[in-house]
């Protein structure tokens, strides 16, 4: 090694003697430091590291790899993974549609397509059938079960790549069939008899590239696209347009419901956004873990509690795992390729991912010896738990210190008598400025947020402090504009009549010149008048009606 031809060559010099034996010391702290690293796994790590191909035991990066051969003359061509799988929780679907097993690792059938690319492998809710398109637009419907029988049914529509196929996953929906492509044609096909029910030629303006089934309605489909807009589709409306659509920002790569069927995950750039489709597409989280571009979202369940993680494929080479019940990331694995596509198996034993150049890395989890204790706590089936549980906290006793500075964020427990806050009385503004003797500020805050109950009690106040004269007459136009428009629209409510009615003869009388050299306070005084006018005739009539009123009442009580 380089190092040791230094320190042969080094021996002569005292400086040199020095730098060496330092050069040695540094390597031996690095070693040592590399052993207590890999000593000590990290817990979120724990179930991740078991994912090892069972072919190569040893090394958990270099995996089993499967080579798709491409045609010799399109070689800028690459396979995708499916990202459906089987029924069977050891079995899972490559391009080009290829069965696999995934106990042991090895390939199990070849189903072959015409043509020389195919997309979107989609199994049917039962597993008896898959379907899946190609480059030339067409899509075909296989027996899973025998690959040499050919395509029991051929489905045409589309004039360039079907990149979306799906089946409805809820339900039990077992004769129908979405398909979307570059061509931005969404067909929903009935597949007995090879017709669609309904399409729609321009379901968006760029290339459909993600499309996601509904787990909670079988009517229920989502189509991501190149124009960056997701659009949700319900197959009983037909083609009357999309039910919900909303803007990921970025050029959407896929889209995946999430196993309430409330939440949609969407991927486009960097970013991998969450959003709530009931609620009518609002954005719930976004998440930017990923380097590069993310190319594909899949599902995984956690042995130990049942819980599904959200796992991303990027470019940048990442599988990233994400808990979107507590919105944050909890791992993530590194491949040595840029990847197109993950899955993982229902079970959670088998996860895959398809890099872009060719390479599908298969990982399989190991089974660590352990004792008979933690055998006991072993789920059904002998499933290993995805990950270490969390810690316990300590629960803190009035005999440690600690119980003493916990601070202001401490729950109370069971038990405890506690003595509620007062609530904090809210001040407004317009007393904030009583309490400063700025009375005009006041009353123009009071007049601004046109309540007439805070307006009257400013008033009343400003009366009793003998201020309401000097702040009428420092007003200016703007706020003698407010004033008059408050005056009319309430000075005849009988509550305030008493006052605003003699306030109003005041204001008259003390800004007369102000009123008539300005066109906006003219137009309030008219207003003005012509209440006071209405006023007036009202009062006219309910004298008119009391005068024949009054006889007939005399008459009755003799």
């Known amino acids: 090694m380089w190092w040791l031809d230094t320190l042969s060559q080094a021996t002569c ?14 390597l031996v702290q690095l070693a040592l430091l590399c052993l207590v690293r890999s000593a000590l796994p990290v817990p979120k790590t724990v179930f991740w590291l078991t994912l090892v191909s069972e072919r190569n035991p040893g090394k958990h990066k270099k995996q089993a790899r499967l080579r798709c051969r491409l045609p010799r003359h399109r070689p800028h061509l690459r396979p995708r993974c499916g990202r459906r799988c089987l029924p069977d929780p050891r079995r899972f679907l490559v391009h080009l549609l290829h069965v696999f097993s995934g106990d042991p690792l090895e390939k199990l059938r070849r189903i072959s397509v015409a043509g020389d690319l195919a997309f979107s492998p989609s199994f049917r809710c039962d597993g008896a059938l898959l379907a899946a398109g190609d480059k030339k637009g067409v899509v075909r419907v296989f027996r899973a079960d025998k690959a040499a029988a050919g395509a029991l049914r051929t489905l045409r529509a589309h004039a360039a790549e079907t990149r979306v196929v799906r089946y409805p996953v809820a339900g039990g929906d077992k004769l129908h069939l979405l398909t979307a492509g570059d061509d931005a044609l969404l067909a929903y096909w009935d597949v007995p008899s090879e017709t669609p029910v309904f399409s729609v030629p321009a379901a968006h303006r760029d290339y459909i590239r993600g499309g996601a089934a509904s787990p909670a309605d079988p009517n229920i489909f989502a189509t991501g696209s190149y124009d960056r807009r997701v659009k949700l589709w319900d197959a009983r409306t037909g083609n009357t347009g999309p039910s919900l659509s909303f803007s990921h920002g970025e050029l959407v790569e896929s ?11 969407t991927a486009g750039g960097n970013v991998v956004k969450i959003w709530d489709v009931i609620g009518g597409g609002q954005l719930v989280h976004s998440v930017e873990s990923h380097v590069k571009t993310v190319m594909d979202l899949a599902l995984g369940k956690m042995a130990n509690t049942g819980e599904t993680r959200l796992l991303s494929a990027g470019i940048d080479g990442y599988v990233k795992s994400f808990d979107f019940g507590m919105l944050k990331m909890t791992h993530s694995l590194r491949y040595p390729q840029p990847l197109l596509s993950v899955a993982c198996s229902p079970c959670g034993s088998v996860v895959v991912a398809g890099s872009a150049k060719g390479k599908i890395y298969m990982g399989n989890r190991k089974k660590k010896a352990v004792d008979e ?13 995805w990950v270490s549980p969390e810690p316990k906290k300590s629960v803190l006793r009035p005999n440690y210190f600690r119980y003493f ?10 038990g405890d008598f506690v003595i509620e806050k007062p609530k904090k009385v809210k001040i407004a503004e317009h007393d904030k400025l009583l ?7 006041a009353l123009v805050s009071a007049l601004a947020k046109n309540n007439p109950r805070s307006v009257v009690a400013v008033m009343e106040e400003l009366v009793a402090r003998r201020k309401l ?8 136009n703007g706020e003698l504009g407010l004033l008059l428009e408050f005056l009319h629209r309430n000075a005849t409510l009988p509550r305030y009549a008493k006052l605003l009615l003699c306030l109003a003869n005041k204001v008259v009388e003390m800004r007369e010149a102000d009123i008539r050299s300005d066109e906006k ?10 209440m006071v006018a209405e006023e007036i005739q009202i009062q006219h009539t309910l004298q008119g009606i009391q005068g024949m009123i009054s006889p007939m009442l005399a008459l009755a009580t003799r």
């Open 405 to 414: 500075r916990r601070g202001q964020n401490e729950k109370a427990k069971e």
């Open 521 to 530: 306070l003219r137009v309030h005084m008219r207003n003005l008048k012509r």
């Open 469 to 476: 004269v000097r702040c009428i007459g420092n007003l200016d």
């Open 373 to 385: 204790e933690e055998e006991g706590m072993k789920s059904v089936g002998g499933e290993i738990d």
């Open 255 to 265: 889209v995946l419901f999430l196993p309430s069927g409330g939440l949609l995950a």
């Open 13 to 26: 010099s005292g400086v040199a003697r020095i730098v060496s034996m330092r050069l040695v010391h540094l």
């Open 435 to 441: 309490r400063k003797f700025r009375h005009k500020d």
